[in-house]
């Protein structure tokens, strides 16, 4: 049995403490903000998966920004920011987003770095890129942040772990010469590029030891500590459901699982200890990169639409990239849930639909001439068509509104209509791009 309590949904008899920010479909659903609202009454936000290939972007009282690398909670001072084991850790981009917060007036955050996250190298972004060239037309859209050689390293276990830094330089110089035996023969012989060399290598681990050393700590103990103490802590996802290695429309997907089960393997908490999981949803459908996007709207329809989106358009955060733009998926927004395991969702950039005399909403799919309401693996995905509904439209701005109570009809319907078709209660719904722009149910 679950009641509405303030903006959470709750089950009696149990405290949530810990829980899960994580998007339904191919990302950028909003993340960022719902992390950075519900931050307030928090104490600790967590990265657990993902690098620096997407973007979650906040507008506050400081200004705009777009953060790849720092979890979304640096903008309170009584967050303790934890970028878990699970990331693929970028150090230039760490060390850059924090330099761009003090150089727009945000106080200095309280920052830690677990021990055992893994390091984004500069070959993987090079080896990123290089493997993008060779796919040409191929390619599978990559932002070349090195995310997927960076992960390939992790599992294949000749990636570098942060506690390593802090190796003597024998043993480190024991595991460069190992990797490079491998890298080299791609450098060389695959993309014809001049070999590495392990001084080199070395070199820059040594440059990036001084760079983590204040912020590095075994942040699984802290963790642990914390739920002893009863805190609250947020873990906050990069990406969608979509776009999870095993539930996604592989292989055109991410290299780190995007579902909030995996919180537990990548900030190291019990996995029963998350109670609560906010699967962020928006009111249309957009995504950056290659893969099957079944409600995916063209030319003018979806310019117009991606003009009006968004914070100030539909473009990726990380690439800059005009984001491919759809109508509402329903049904992969609600395969999207329950993959995640959602309990609540917030529903987002309701606002950007002021302007729409209807409101097309793609409710099934038709797969060979079958009418289906499941989200099917990617083979049957190709040939699935869209089936719509149109909505009336409430033709009007709703920034500013408050209370649920004062939206106009309409866009409650629009609301209402989406939470049936989830079968998840809807408990938040963002209204514009700022911080402010909130409404609980």
């Known amino acids: ?13 149990v405290n949530y403490m810990v829980k899960a920010i994580v998007g339904a479909c191919w990302g950028d659903e909003g993340k960022g903000k719902i992390t950075d609202v519900m931050a307030a009454q928090s104490d600790i936000v967590i990265r657990f998966q993902g690098g620096s290939n ?6 506050n009282n400081y200004g705009k920004f777009a953060l790849h690398q ?17 990331v693929a850790l970028s150090v230039e981009n760490f060390v ?10 945000v106080p200095k955050p309280n920052i830690l770095i677990s021990d055992r996250a893994q390091i984004v190298m500069p070959y993987h972004k090079e080896l990123d890129a290089m493997e993008e060239a060779r796919l040409s037309s191929k390619s599978f859209g990559s932002t070349k942040s090195g995310i997927a050689p960076f992960y390939s390293d992790k599992y294949a276990k000749i990636g570098f772990q942060v506690s390593e830094l802090f190796d003597d330089k024998d043993s480190i110089m024991e595991r460069i010469d190992h990797v490079l035996a491998l890298k080299n023969v791609l450098y060389t012989q695959l993309y014809h590029q001049p070999a590495l060399k392990a001084e080199d290598v070395y070199n820059k681990l040594m440059e990036y030891k001084e760079q983590l050393a204040p912020y590095v700590a075994d942040t699984a103990e802290l963790l642990h500590e914390a739920v002893k103490e009863g805190k609250t802590i947020l873990l906050e996802g990069q990406l969608g459901s979509l776009k999870d290695p095993d539930f ?27 109670k609560e999981v906010i699967t962020v949803v928006k009111a249309y459908s957009s995504a950056v990169g290659a893969g099957e996007f079944v409600s995916e709207i063209f030319g003018e329809e979806a310019d117009e639409l991606r003009r009006r989106g968004g914070d100030g358009g539909e473009y990726g955060a990380t690439t800059g990239r005009p984001r491919r733009m759809g109508w509402l998926d329903l049904v992969a927004s609600r395969y999207g849930c329950q993959v995640q395991g959602a309990t609540g969702v917030a529903f987002t950039v309701l606002d950007a639909l002021g302007y729409l005399d209807e409101i097309p909403v793609c409710v099934a799919y038709e797969l060979d001439g079958q009418r289906i309401d499941h989200f099917p ?7 699935c068509k869209p089936i ?11 920034r500013g509104i408050k209370k649920y109570e004062d939206l106009p009809e309409n866009a409650r319907n629009y609301v209402e209509f989406v939470e049936k078709h989830l079968g998840v209660p809807i408990t938040i719904v963002s209204n514009g791009p700022s911080r402010d722009d909130i409404i609980y149910r």
């Open 96 to 105: 850059k987003e924090m330099a761009e917060l003090q150089s727009r007036g």
């Open 70 to 86: 720092l979890p979304s909670g640096v903008f309170y001072d009584h967050i303790t920011n934890i970028i878990g084991n699970g």
């Open 388 to 398: 719509f509904e149109v909505l009336p439209g409430w033709k009007c701005d709703i």
């Open 1 to 13: 049995m679950f009641c509405v309590c303030g903006n959470t949904i709750q089950q009696k008899g």
């Open 54 to 59: 997407a973007g979650h972007t906040i507008i």
């Open 248 to 274: 996604g429309i592989y292989p055109m997907v991410t290299s780190s699982s995007t579902l909030a089960g995996y919180g537990a393997v990548g900030a190291g908490l019990p996995p029963y200890e998350i």
């Open 377 to 383: 693996v990617t083979p049957k995905l190709k040939r």
